[in-house]
């Protein structure tokens, strides 16, 4: 797996990963946004259009990102997270995911990870979304 | 009957040869598009299994076993690590909220998602082995056969 960084200017600063090849584990992605969020990343795009497959250290590792980077915001309170994605009104104001191949589209489905994650068709569309 | 059976290193950079050896093997027996996917999961979800449960992340060998019968597709994963049956483990409830869910378990859900049927057996000698059954529906015949690989 291979990661490039991006750095790109929407309403407010967005990083952008863009992530080639299968993931097939988690330390390397995480590894990687802990870096970008101790250099001031709070909001991040992963483009996923060149990842034919993700096996589920992949999701453990979208779970920690997301984790890391929810705030405090009212928004995002235990309570406004929870009845929002019970409600389907939830997604997750920092961490947006581009254009999943199918595979992993999928998986992300069948995990109830699009409740929380934002799916977008191309880079520009989720870093506009911000 | 035909089986596609290949022995690899229990290591997880090995995970892109399973895929491909699994993606080949369905495709040679002539399975659908999301019936092959849900094998290439499933088999990269036990292998992972091993790796990090069985191996705990150390050396070790991971056979991998594809075959048909009738009309189900069947997966064996073997390693001779420490004993370790993915059923024992608790899956998380994706319908809960998130701060409810843990994120071990996901690979026994996915299994478990797409496969009809997982058994779990262990022998001194002959290592742990999850066997998957997926049953097919309007399966295509294969177009031709290949000899089994060992």
């Known amino acids: 797996m291979e990661i490039t960084v991006s750095q790109e200017q929407g309403r407010m600063p967005v990083t952008v990963f863009h992530v080639r090849g299968p993931v097939i584990e988690e330390e390397q992605l995480q590894t990687r946004a802990k870096e970008a969020y101790d250099a001031g990343t709070r909001n991040l795009v992963i483009d996923l259009s060149e990842v034919p497959y993700m096996a589920s250290p992949g999701l453990r590792a979208l779970h920690y990102i997301f984790t890391m980077l929810r705030t405090a915001e009212p928004g995002e309170s235990d309570d406004a997270v929870r009845k929002g994605i019970a409600s389907g009104t939830f997604k997750s104001p920092h961490l947006k995911l581009v254009k999943p191949t199918r595979d992993v589209h999928e998986i992300l489905k069948t995990t109830g990870y699009d409740m929380f994650l934002d799916i977008h068709k191309s880079v520009k569309d989720a870093v506009a979304s911000f | ?150």
């Open chain 2, 1 to 150: 009957m035909q089986a596609y059976r290949r022995v690899f290193e229990g290591r997880l950079e090995q995970l892109p040869a399973i895929h491909e050896f699994v993606d080949r093997a369905t495709t040679e027996l002539g399975l659908r598009e999301d019936d092959a996917f849900a094998c290439r999961l499933s088999v990269d979800e036990a292998a992972t299994n091993a790796f990090e449960h069985a191996y705990n992340k150390g050396p070790g060998k991971v056979e991998i076993a594809v075959w048909r019968e009738a009309d189900s597709i069947m997966l064996c994963i073997r390693n001779w690590g420490m004993p370790f049956d993915p059923e024992a483990i608790a899956v998380p409830d994706v319908t809960r909220p998130l701060e409810e869910r843990g994120v071990g378990g996901l690979g026994i859900f996915l299994m478990r998602r797409f496969m009809d049927e997982i058994s779990y057996s262990f022998d001194p000698q002959e290592g742990n082995a999850v066997t998957m059954c997926r049953r097919l529906e309007r399966a295509v015949e294969p177009e031709h056969q290949t000899v089994s690989e060992q």
